[in-house]
């Protein structure tokens, strides 16, 4: 996981062409170039339908608001899942474990009455 300080840089490098963005999808007709280059690897808008408006302005916001390459040459490359890490955050910040509520006692079983309302 990245700390707090890294996401508030790459937020910061980013707000140019997020902005760069915004004005390119309010303002279509005088464009003559993409915002973003997506990485020669980044195949999930090859398809030429992605062109098309409004589909081309859609694949536009996916791509980073940072330059493809400085993006990742700035974040580290991590192996494995995040997922552990995810757990552990949760751990840290969760409140001790509480037991349920009490079911109510006017309430039908799952998935209740209403499904068999006509």
Partial sequence: MMSPDKQQELASDAMP???RWRQYVTEPAR????????????????DPAW??????????G????????????RVP????SWWPAWEGRLTRHAGSNVA?????ANAAPA???????V
């Fill in 17 to 19: 062409g997020w902005q």
């Fill in 31 to 46: 464009q003559s170039s993409d915002p973003v280059r997506p990485l020669a690897q980044d195949k999930r808008f090859s």
């Fill in 51 to 60: 062109s098309a408006w409004p589909w081309h302005q859609r694949w536009q």
């Fill in 62 to 73: 996916f791509l980073p608001y940072v330059d493809p390459d400085n993006w990742q040459a």
């Fill in 77 to 80: 490359q991590a192996d494995g």
């Fill in 100 to 104: 349920p509520p009490a079911p109510l």
């Fill in 111 to 117: 998935p209740g009455n209403y499904v068999l309302q």
